[in-house]
């Protein structure tokens, strides 16, 4: 039975697994079997990280894309404000920009959905 304790190596696989890394690689990285990591993923203290980590891994991609998106509008925003833009171009913009958000999903909402959708997977102990 496992410590109470994670100890280094299995800290380092919690975040390497939150990551998407697979497992032979991980085993690699560590220099041990995959057998030792697929006793450490059976281990609740374990699952507990892992599951964790890759909430706050989810969720740092939502922040980053709402980050992206706000820094893309306002480079669109004030291309489009831009005076010394040719019209044309500015037009040329704007029609791309519309043609990649149109009949997309916000991706606020697409990336929070995901998370959920783990979180709720992961509440009902099914492996994503």
């Not at 800290?11 to 990591?37: C, D, F, M, N, P």
């Not at 925003?77 to 044309?88: C, I, Q, R, V």
Request: glycine share 4%; charged share 30%; net charge neutral.
């Amino acid at each position: 039975m496992m410590s109470t304790k994670l100890n280094e190596n299995q800290l380092i696989a919690i975040h390497l697994i939150a990551s998407g890394v697979k497992a032979s690689q991980i085993s690699k990285q560590l220099g041990i079997r995959e057998e030792t990591l697929s006793r450490w993923r059976r281990d609740n203290k374990f699952i507990e990280a892992v599951n964790d980590a890759t909430e706050r891994v989810l969720t740092e991609i939502v922040d980053t894309h709402k980050n992206l998106l706000i820094t893309s509008q306002k480079i669109i925003a004030d291309a489009l404000n831009d005076e010394g833009l040719d019209l044309l171009k500015k037009a040329n913009l704007a029609i791309r920009f519309l043609s990649l958000i149109k009949g997309k999903e916000d991706i606020e909402k697409k990336s929070s959905d995901n998370l959920n959708q783990y979180i709720d997977a992961r509440d009902l102990g099914i492996r994503i």
